[in-house]
Each structure stands twice: as C-alpha cells, then as structure tokens.
C-alpha cells in the first residue's frame, strides 16, 4: 500500500504549480491489474522497476477490456486491460482501500476518483 501511496506523492509532487498543471495535458498511464495487488508488496523502487507503466497520453488506448481508472488533476492511472468484469470490481476495491489511505494521510487526495471503465473500438457502420 505504501508504494501506491509513493506514487501518488511523487505525482503530486510532479504536479504541485496549478499554473503549470492547468497548461499541461492530461497524462495518462497504463498499468497492467496485478500491478493493483503487488503495490501492496513492493517498495517503491522494485514497484517502479517491475511496473514501468505505457504512458499512452498521445495515443491513447490500444487494448480492448475493462479498466480500474485512477484519476487525480491532470493524471489518469489505467489498469488493466481484464475480460473479468468481477475480478476488476474485486481488484477495485483493493485499490479504493488503498485511496483511503493515501487521502488520510493527505486530504489533498480527497479529490481523486476510482472508478470501472470499458473501452471498446467501435467503428462506424453505412
């Protein structure tokens, strides 16, 4: 729990100038699920190294599935991709315990949101 809690303070950190964060896009980083579990088992440094992350913000997605998206200011955490609708809702709420107690430790991450998302390819059709 504590890496995920490093993360977070070092994205904060990253995006402290209000200034800086509201000229600066959205950043969104993905992450594969089990990365969600073992945040709890790493240190920071071996959590880093094993989850590098894909940063996909001028990209986007390429993998079809359900994402656990972790969204804070101007950083979006996806993880995933997952067929599994229920293991996603379980690793879920592994990760909302894991906000709890990032934001009690620092109210500043009261605002950050936790949520399920699916992201097809849809193609229009004549």
């Not at 991709?81 to 009690?104: C, G």
């Amino acid at each position: 729990m504590t890496r995920i809690l490093c993360i977070f303070s070092l994205s904060l950190t990253l995006l402290a100038g209000t200034a800086w964060a509201q000229s600066t896009p959205t950043k969104v980083i993905v992450y594969p699920l089990e990365a969600v579990i073992d945040s709890g088992a790493m240190s920071h440094g071996q959590y880093r190294k094993r989850y590098p992350g894909i940063d996909v913000t001028d990209f986007g997605l390429t993998d079809e599935g359900w994402y656990i998206r972790y969204t804070h200011q101007k950083l979006v955490y996806m993880f995933g991709p997952s067929d599994d609708l229920e293991y996603t809702r379980e690793l879920k709420a592994v990760l909302e315990e894991i906000r709890l107690s990032a934001v009690l430790k620092d109210p500043k991450l009261s605002s950050s949101k936790i949520e399920i998302v699916k992201f097809e390819f849809s193609f229009a059709s004549n």
